[in-house]
């Protein structure tokens, strides 16, 4: 009964809300020529980069200067003019080439899209849907009084298994559970998810996220349609979390994460 889809059904289409994506030559002043030639299959500049970046340690070399780069600069500056941007734009040839994301940005509102069973990115849901799929995991695994999940899995779920300070494929200090996402404490803008201490879900591509915090019995749903920059959270779904975890009272987000207090269950 929850309203979630992996693999949307054919009745249901007519209450998809059009995806968009972020506007980046707009966001970043990217000129128009440029970015036609950076983003169009058919343009000399597209396929200049693509044979570029075929040679596997040019590719390599070429993800990691963007990372440093990126990395080195204010959040609030933007990102320089040209491939560093480009990496980080989903629809962008270069982005395309590294991240190996078989073209879904530019078909994510199509029916095949919609209808396809993609774990990692294929799931369609209200607000209210995802934070009802993320109760039970809230709730120590227990779904309308019936246990659905242990609470050795739910431990699982809720202890950090992987942390790195530099994510290969994200550009970022990220960190894991077994299955879930944990805060990722991060200067990149765009790339940063603050939740509880406890808590574990999944951000989102655009600033989406949905996550369980069983130390305040907490299910958390966000979703959109106009996509914001970064692979974590960007700033609209990140106040919404704050807002919450203020009113349960937590301390404070300091360490990393939006610590327990004195309103925490378990």
């Given at each position: ?160 298994q992987a942390a790195t300070a530099m994510d290969c494929v994200l550009g970022g200090p990220t960190s894991y559970t077994l299955g879930f996402s944990k805060s990722w404490p991060n200067t990149l803008r765009g790339g940063s998810v603050f939740i509880g201490e406890d808590a574990f879900g999944t951000p989102g591509a655009g600033g989406q996220m949905g996550f369980a915090d069983p130390a305040y019995g907490l299910a958390f749903g966000y ?44």
């Amino acid at each position: 009964g929850i309203d979630l889809f992996l693999g949307l059904p054919a009745n249901e289409e007519h209450r998809v809300s059009r995806t968009r994506m972020i506007d980046f030559p707009a966001e970043f002043g990217i000129p128009p020529r440029l970015w036609n030639a950076m983003s169009d299959p058919t343009s000399r500049g597209y396929k200049a980069i693509a044979a570029i970046l075929s040679v596997p340690a040019i590719r390599s070399v070429a993800a990691k200067a963007a990372v440093k780069q990126a990395l080195r600069r204010d959040p609030d500056d933007g990102i320089p003019l040209g491939i560093v941007r480009s990496l980080l734009d989903p629809r962008s040839a270069a982005f395309g080439l590294l991240m190996n994301s078989g073209d879904h940005f530019n078909h994510v509102n199509s029916r095949a899209a919609h209808a396809g069973e993609i774990p990692a990115g294929g799931a369609c849901a209200s607000a209210f849907g995802l934070a009802s799929m993320y109760a039970p995991l809230a709730l120590g695994g227990v779904h309308h009084g019936a246990r659905i999940v242990s609470e050795e899995a739910i431990a699982r779920m809720r202890i950090p298994q992987a942390a790195t300070a530099m994510d290969c494929v994200l550009g970022g200090p990220t960190s894991y559970t077994l299955g879930f996402s944990k805060s990722w404490p991060n200067t990149l803008r765009g790339g940063s998810v603050f939740i509880g201490e406890d808590a574990f879900g999944t951000p989102g591509a655009g600033g989406q996220m949905g996550f369980a915090d069983p130390a305040y019995g907490l299910a958390f749903g966000y979703v959109m349609n106009r996509h914001g920059a970064g692979t974590g959270m960007n700033e609209r779904g990140q106040s919404l979390v704050d807002a919450v975890y203020r009113c349960l009272g937590s301390p404070g987000r300091e360490t990393g994460c939006w610590r327990r207090g004195a309103s925490a269950v378990g």
